[in-house]
């Protein structure tokens, strides 16, 4: 299933209420947590990302791969999805798109367009949207290939943000995006 709610389950989320007609079954596993922590972070084998929240905004963790996007016959076949979404709200909501990946870095950077273009209607309404992309090999040299240069141009344009590709563990403070 690929929840169609999702810009109406973020603007309740910031706003401290829950959605109350979520058609998601799998809803449970969406939303990993919403508050102002001032850590955020989501990691799977041994890969992180931490989003250090300085100014204490309201961030809300999705888990978009399982949770927001789970794998059934409603899903085509080889949807690419990113593993996360962090909302930081604010008077202009921010999103950083995050792909946790072993070594295949093409696949981390197809897998963030492809989030970006199912929910383009959604991450369109975001003052800003990052990608990250966690790897656990060391980051070959991407800048020419056209996963990087085409989602670059699609993130920096269209979104007013950037791409950053780090190996195993990225620490990265809100102000600092």
């Known amino acids: 299933m690929i929840c169609r709610k999702l810009e109406e389950c973020i603007n309740e989320e910031l706003r401290n209420n829950s959605l109350e007609k979520c058609d998601n079954k799998n809803r449970m596993n969406c939303i990993e947590s919403s508050d102002r922590r001032s ?5 799977e084998n041994k890969k992180r990302y931490v989003l250090e929240n300085t100014k204490r905004n309201h961030v809300i963790l999705y888990k978009m791969d399982g949770g927001i996007i789970e794998e059934d016959k409603s899903v085509p076949l080889n949807t690419s999805k990113c593993d ?9 909501p921010i999103a950083v ?3 946790l990946k072993g070594v295949n870095v093409s696949k981390a950077l197809i897998q963030l367009k492809g989030t970006l273009l199912l929910y383009k209607k959604v991450f369109c309404k975001f003052g800003h949207v990052y990608a990250r992309a966690i790897v656990t090999s060391s980051t070959p040299n991407l800048k020419a290939s056209p996963e990087y240069v085409n989602l670059e141009r699609m993130i920096r344009k269209d979104y007013k943000g950037n791409i950053k590709i780090v190996e195993k563990q990225f620490n990265e403070k809100d102000i600092e995006l």
């Not at 850590?39 to 990691?43: D, F, G, H, L």
């Not at 996360?84 to 202009?92: A, C, Q, R």
């Open 39 to 43: 850590a955020v972070k989501c990691e």
């Open 84 to 92: 996360y979404l962090f909302v930081i709200g604010d008077t202009s």
């Open 97 to 99: 798109i995050t792909e």
